[in-house]
């Protein structure tokens, strides 16, 4: 008899090349998978997304273009090209562009529920919620 593993399967609220404009820039779908989700995304010069926290995601961000600054919980972290960060599932977090030059980074989303509704925000210099 084969063991009694339930495979858990997730939600997956987006498609291949869905994209949104944003205040500070824009991101891209680039794939989709079962528990995935891979986006590219462009942070204007002075751009700062939200202070935010995930209930259903983790993610993966590599910087691919120009310098980063990145909140995690209590830290500050300087990025450029080629560098990396975790964001584990709930922490506190944001990236912005302290550049004069577009910065791009590479997100990998992982987790049981992928969607854009999956935000709370602590803090958005573009008065969202």
């Known amino acids: 008899m084969l063991g009694t593993e339930v495979k858990r399967m997730s939600e997956v609220m987006y498609a291949r090349g869905d994209a949104d404009e944003r205040p500070w820039g824009r991101w891209e779908v680039l794939d989709v998978g079962e528990r995935f989700v891979v986006k590219r995304i462009s942070v204007r010069p002075g751009g700062r997304l939200s202070l935010q926290r995930h209930n259903h995601r983790q993610e993966h961000w590599v910087v691919v273009r120009g310098r980063a600054r990145v909140t995690r919980d209590e830290e500050t972290l300087e990025l450029g090209p080629d560098d990396s960060v975790f964001i584990p599932l709930?922490?506190?977090?944001?990236?912005?562009?302290?550049?004069?030059?577009?910065?791009?980074?590479?997100?990998?989303?992982?987790?049981?529920?992928?969607?854009?509704?999956?935000?709370?925000?602590?803090?958005d210099i573009y008065g969202r919620r």
């Open 90 to 123: 709930g922490a506190w977090h944001r990236i912005e562009n302290p550049g004069e030059e577009l910065m791009e980074f590479i997100e990998v989303q992982t987790g049981d529920r992928l969607d854009e509704n999956d935000i709370e925000r602590r803090e």
